[in-house]
């Protein structure tokens, strides 16, 4: 007990890196709104989720989900209400990695579309599921 009270900062140091280390465990990993592959399929197989893909046009060109939708970060406010006009519709928003995505998910919401989701760990995790990727250039979205 002495050794608590004298070394205060370091009891509190380690409590507060192993409350990091878990948090990922405890909320599930990807952050509230995220999908596994597997979750993202099922969505678009049952609900008919729209996926996003707001990667610029090389990585989208480098490799996307199949039907996916180019529509960059940086123009997503703008262009979204083109691509899904039913804001009722699932989206699943993707990029390389899911850092952007968890962005796109604010803006989409921010737009007043109501089941908004991000692809946990992107086309990253995408690809280590084993699951289909295409190639080739955007197109008129």
Same mark, same amino acid.
């Given at each position: 007990?002495?050794f608590?009270?004298?070394?205060?900062?370091?009891?509190?140091?380690?409590?507060?890196?192993?409350?990091?280390?878990?948090?990922?465990?405890?909320?599930?990993?990807?952050?509230?709104?995220?999908?596994?592959?597997? &979750?993202?399929?099922?969505?678009?197989?049952? &609900?008919?989720?729209?996926?996003?893909?707001?990667?610029?046009?090389? &990585?989208?060109?480098?490799?996307h989900?199949?039907?996916?939708?180019?529509?960059?970060?940086?123009?997503?406010?703008?262009?979204?209400?083109?691509?899904?006009?039913?804001?009722?519709?699932?989206?699943?928003?993707?990029?390389a990695?899911?850092?952007?995505?968890?962005?796109?998910?604010?803006?989409?919401?921010?737009?007043?579309? &109501?089941?908004?989701?991000?692809?946990?760990?992107?086309?990253?995790?995408?690809?280590?599921?084993?699951?289909?990727?295409?190639?080739?250039?955007?197109?008129?979205?």
């Amino acid at each position: 007990m002495d050794f608590i009270v004298q070394n205060w900062v370091l009891v509190l140091i380690a409590v507060t890196a192993l409350a990091l280390l878990l948090w990922p465990m405890v909320t599930g990993g990807g952050g509230a709104g995220s999908l596994t592959a597997a &979750e993202a399929v099922q969505l678009i197989n049952r &609900e008919k989720a729209a996926v996003i893909d707001v990667c610029s046009a090389d &990585e989208y060109t480098a490799g996307h989900i199949g039907q996916a939708k180019h529509v960059p970060l940086d123009e997503l406010d703008k262009r979204l209400a083109q691509v899904v006009k039913n804001k009722a519709t699932p989206l699943i928003m993707v990029c390389a990695a899911g850092m952007r995505s968890k962005r796109a998910v604010g803006v989409a919401k921010k737009l007043g579309y &109501e089941k908004v989701h991000s692809l946990a760990g992107g086309m990253g995790a995408w690809r280590a599921a084993a699951l289909p990727v295409q190639k080739g250039p955007p197109g008129k979205n």
